[in-house]
């Protein structure tokens, strides 16, 4: 290895990450601390709580893992259980699934059926939330749905989605909405894949199934990490499912980020919204964490 | 050296991804929302003139122009403002007043409210439901009357002609914190033209909870395409589910939530599972209500349509309801031109006669709303002016050309309107929510309840016990009250 001399020696280089780090501790560092002081008190934005805030220790935790009520709709466990159907179904299965079948369809083609979908996908990804919002809650009435309009014609009856299917309604509107960055993610790795491999296998007459499995998949392994971890930890925190389903009916599409708006900004507590959102860090970190491990794991094995 | 920059890179992603996951979870801080700051009107010269440049105050209210509340902005824009004006520019004190529309839900603007007050903010006359005072005082986030402008407003001389049980909606402990409009009362609202095609007598007084469900039966017989009740229940409808459905019904069963004598909240009862149970049997067992309409985003919106357009036959509301909402006069979009022929009303029944709330026959429960002052505002002297004359007999009358209810002040009359002058009479039936800064909470408890019922999620039982247990941990076990019998 040939011996580099750095550019700027380590002091200077400091020097100019000063102004970023300096960002970084006023808008991220410092509104994390001062939220993990809220969640030890009783704060409220109203009530007597709110003049006069008391430290409750981890009473507003205590209060989340209640594990008496925990899975009763309103609590904690019930926010969490869905979280975690809205995460694996529309952030794994529904996006980085769907991206990847998509671009791997349409992998070294071209013509206009590629170019309308891939429009078509990234279209949904860039229209604004409560844009996106209105649409959906219009495509999924039972009444005036445009889905519903549909579905009678063909004789299939209706559907009140967005009452007896809730969290499915949001689990398919979010892969809807955010399919176009694994899709785009997924077809770049694929077009690095040198054509003589693919080639290879299919002289050696190999299923395209098998080239999926032992070629493909082991090859844009890394930025299948990547798309999960990204994707994950957006749907983990994605807030658009309020304004379609305001989390009802009785919280059966209740997510975490939603029961965290409910608690601090509508029933003004913000002590234990503040507990919430601490959990929420916490999850978020480990789930950073389980991914950058396998991540270096790969890079190691490499 | 390759593997530290690896290391030292995948720390910095570490760091990233956790600032990532932070950010969005970083918000409980109470952030400054969008209340544009009072702008001083531009003087049309640079050059002294004679009269100073105008100061300028807003008001605000959860009311839109053809929408909610229309009559309010009708009579604020066209009457109110314009004369208010004309005044000042003449005293050689020029006041520009803006009205800032609110079209959200009642819950939105108290948390609006709640954000706008404590970040230092917000609008000069705030319109402002009653039972938020006791939570907001608390809070810290409103001051009285007397606090921002000086003692000169009690010296007004509306008060003397506001009854001091009326003036009690926005005042607490012994402070006035604004003026109220007009108090209310609770009736069921029915559809005359559905009675009739049903078979049903047009002028209907139920006297029992069976007379009420031989009406709606009858009419889910006649007339299938209609929805013969809806009671509000949810926790969508906020406030409104409480003080148009449960409160009513639970009354109607012979209690209440709290026990006026020993200042307790009642958890547990036989009325209250009376009351779950009505529920359950107009949504549920005998479908005779749309659950859905309950359950869903702007359902109370949906009532009000299908009201309108003749697919409810009943519905349980305010007199906000028939003077607001139906008023043809108010060109509001709910708005029933042949208002006065279609709609009836009944007194609500006790479930037996004399098995009402204190042993009455009929019941009813009572609310107001008005306008206070906010605590930041910068020109308090004119905003009580704008205030104080808003609620003068002369701007009140022409309000009743408009929209004729139980206003606050006693000289001015219900006038021109058979039904409300009619429903003034129930005013002694009534009752009241207690004025405590926990009651909103206490009041979402309820709400959920009765969700969990018409959700079909819990039982009577279950949602009576569910509540308990939330009311216990909200007032504390000393501040209760169990009245089922072991």
Known sequence: ?302 | MKRVIGSAFSWITVLVLLIAACAPAATPTPTPTAAPPPTPAPSPTPAPSPTPAPVEITITCRCVKGGVNAALVQWLTETVIPTFEKQMAAKGTPVKVRLVEFGGSDEELKAQYALDLKAGKGHDVMAFDGFWTAEFVAGGLIKPLEEIVGPEVNQWEGWAQIPGTVQALLMYQGKRYGIPTGTDVRVIWYRKDLFKKAGLPENWQPTSWEDIFAAARQIKKALPDVIPMQVNAGTNMGEATTMQGFYPVLLSAGSFIFDWDQNKWIVRSPAMLDALNFYKRVYIDEKLGDARIQLIKGGREQSFAGFRDGKIAMLWEGDWFWRSVLNPATKSEWAIPNRDEVVGWARIPAREPGKGFRGQDFVTISGGTGFILNPNTKHPKEAWAFLSFMFSKEMLMEFQKIEPRIRARSDVPVTGDPVMTELVKLLPLTTVRPMLPVYPKVSQAAQLATERVVSGEMTPEQAMEAYAKEVTDLVGRENILDLMPR
């Open chain 1, 1 to 302: 290895m040939v011996q580099r001399r750095p550019i700027l020696s380590p002091a200077v280089g400091m020097l100019f990450l000063l102004p970023a780090l300096g960002f970084v501790l006023v808008f991220l560092v410092f509104p994390s601390l001062w939220v993990l002081q809220i969640s030890l008190t009783n704060q409220t934005l109203t009530g007597e709580a709110a003049l006069r805030p008391q430290f409750v220790g981890l009473a507003n935790f205590q209060a989340l893992f209640d594990f008496e009520n925990w899975m009763i709709r309103g609590y904690f466990g019930n926010a969490l259980r869905n979280a975690v159907f809205f995460v694996i179904g529309s952030a794994l299965i529904g996006q980085a699934g769907l991206g990847l079948a998509i671009a791997w369809a349409f992998h070294r083609r071209r013509g206009l059926l590629r170019e309308a979908l891939y429009t078509l996908v990234i279209l949904a990804w860039i229209i604004p939330d409560v844009v996106v919002a209105f649409m959906w809650v219009a495509y999924l009435d039972r009444d005036q749905g445009t889905l519903n309009a549909i579905l009678s014609t063909l004789r299939l009856g209706r559907v009140d989605w967005l009452i007896d299917h809730p969290l499915l309604s949001i689990i398919i509107f979010n892969t809807w909405r955010g399919t176009a960055f694994s899709m785009l993610l997924f077809s770049s790795a694929l077009a690095t894949l040198p054509p003589s491999y693919l080639e290879a296998a299919a002289v050696a007459g190999a299923s395209a199934w098998q080239a999926f499995r032992d070629i493909i998949l082991p090859s844009i392994r890394s930025h299948i990490i990547t798309d999960l971890v990204l994707i994950t930890l957006w749907t983990f925190n994605t807030f658009t499912p309020y304004l379609i389903t305001g989390g009802g009916p009785t919280f059966r599409s209740e997510v975490v980020s939603i029961y965290t708006f409910r608690i601090a900004f509508q029933h003004f507590e913000f002590g234990r919204g503040a507990a919430v959102a601490v959990v929420m860090m916490v999850i978020n970190l480990i789930l950073a964490l389980i991914y950058l491990s396998t991540l270096r794991r790969e890079a190691v094995a490499r």
